[in-house]
């Protein structure tokens, strides 16, 4: 959107000497400079993920893009007063409050969204609603900067790999697919993170979101054409992957198998982007009118002559930057307050079953713990039962019980899961919430019951995890937590697999337990 000044201001401009200006808002640009040195840790983190993944190299061009943005509006700082507001330091607080959250549960997400929401709302503290408004959209495209986005990359495999195996059936060819792999008569297919087109969604829903600003006036139209660049992306990848698929099928699997695949799927989202573009320019409203422009006089003429006896942002300034520091100050004391110096010390569970043998090479794919413990039992029937145990203390991005990379099989293992859902069990007089894996592999099948347990209490949600260590952090019990995995063959059907998995945790999951416990320590 082009917000041109509206007529008559120019010349009452003339009247607000620019010197005053600049040294008003001098304490605006250290106060929104203070948090690129207090959380410098959160920022660094950002900008390592955009150096690592191509998915969110756009990071760097965010910051630009939003000063470009502002600067294109920068005559409203002369026509409007800024009136700083103490009820955003409310705000400012609860982003601080947000950021320690993230922070003792280790959610670099939720600790980046936090530090950037701080730039807005520190905005929306010293210059007042009124003159901070009118950068709303370059302020909150900052958001656009941190790296989100993986917690979609599942699903978007999923619905990927229906609808490539959906077409190829459609036209004709036989398909046989196992979870996320697949194969033709020519040749298998799996599809992966690669293909689940979470770099096109993300780039499409940017530029979207910058396109609808600066081209449409209307939030209907913004909001439709938003809309539109998140829908056509994921309809576009799917497409995308049948067309791989078909391109390797009738080639003889020597075309689209190999750097000409990714090639492929940049060339043909940048053919689709700007078809979108382009349409979309058809409906751009990007001009005033004369008639608007007057209207928009009225409301703003009276106060562009008190814009030289705007309120001093000194001590507000100081405010935010005060409290902006309260949060990383005391997540300092935390850290060193919670570290636990000794190392752990995890002793095998007094298990009642005999050891058994003949169990499949399979073991889950984490971040190495400080402990791990992987033994073999024999069911009351002779089945081999698994259990895994995986200790993590003093925990980080780089170490870790609850992370996006956590899986119970690697990208390249021969196992993958082809099913996954949650269950309750009973154990000794509680109810256990656990997660049911089915994995394929060599040989017989795997069927998996998986949770962790965090700060004391078993849970299958990485979402309650979180929580549990961020509120044993906050009460100085240390971050303490563990992978209980189970696994047995079901080769011979789930059911049967199942009901040794049950008898074992009736049986022995006490002096599982009960080794989690010691391990811990007073």
Known sequence: MHLTPPPGLARTNLDVPAAPLRANYLPLVLALLAPFLLYFSTAASMVAIWNSSETFAHGYVILPISLALIWRQRAWFAQLPARPWAPGLVLL???????????????????????????????????????????????????????????????????????????????????????????????????????????????????????????????????????????????????????????????????????????????????????????????????????????????????????????????????????AAVWPAFAAFNDRANHNPQPVALAEPGVAWPP????????VHYMAPDARLMRVYQAPDGRPVQLQLLYYRNQSKQKGLISSVNRLAGEKSPWHAV????????????????????????????LVWQLMWVDGQYTASNVAGKLRQAQGKLLFRGDDGALVALAAPAGDGRDAARAALRAFVMQNFGAVDAALVAARGP
Not at 423 to 439: F, I, K, M, P, S
């Open 419 to 446: 099913s996954s859902s949650l269950r309750t069990e009973q154990a000794n007089g509680r109810t256990l919430a656990l997660r049911e894996t089915v994995l394929n592999g060599p040989g017989s099948p795997l």
């Open 93 to 323: 607080a609860g982003a601080g409050a947000v950021w320690l959250a993230g922070r003792m549960g280790d959610v670099q997400v939720v600790m980046q969204y936090a530090f950037v929401s701080m730039f807005p709302l520190a905005a929306l503290t010293l210059l007042g609603p009124r003159l901070a408004s009118k950068f709303t959209f370059p302020l909150l495209f900052l958001l656009f900067a941190v790296p989100f986005g993986e917690i979609f990359v599942a699903p978007l495999i999923n619905y990927t790999a229906d609808f490539t195996v959906w077409a190829v059936q459609a036209s004709g060819i036989p398909v046989l697919r196992n979870g996320n792999r697949f194969e033709l008569p020519t040749g298998s297919w799996s599809v992966v993170e690669a293909c689940s087109g979470i770099r096109y969604l993300i780039s499409s829903i940017t530029l979207g979101c910058l396109y609808a600003y600066l081209t449409y006036r209307s939030n209907r139209r913004r909001l439709v054409f938003i809309g539109l660049s998140i829908v056509v992306p994921i309809v576009a990848n799917w497409l995308r992957a049948y067309g791989i698929v078909m391109t390797g099928h009738l080639s003889g699997m020597e075309l689209a198998t190999g750097v000409d695949h990714l090639v492929y799927g940049w060339v043909f989202f940048g053919l689709i982007m700007f078809i979108m573009f382009w349409i979309g320019s058809y409906w751009r409203e990007d001009e005033q009118t004369p008639a608007e422009a007057a209207a928009a006089a009225a409301p703003v003429a009276h106060e562009a002559g008190s814009a030289s006896r705007a309120a001093s942002l000194v001590p507000m300034a100081i405010a935010v930057v005060a409290l």
């Open 356 to 363: 058994g043998s003949g169990f499949a090479d399979w073991e």
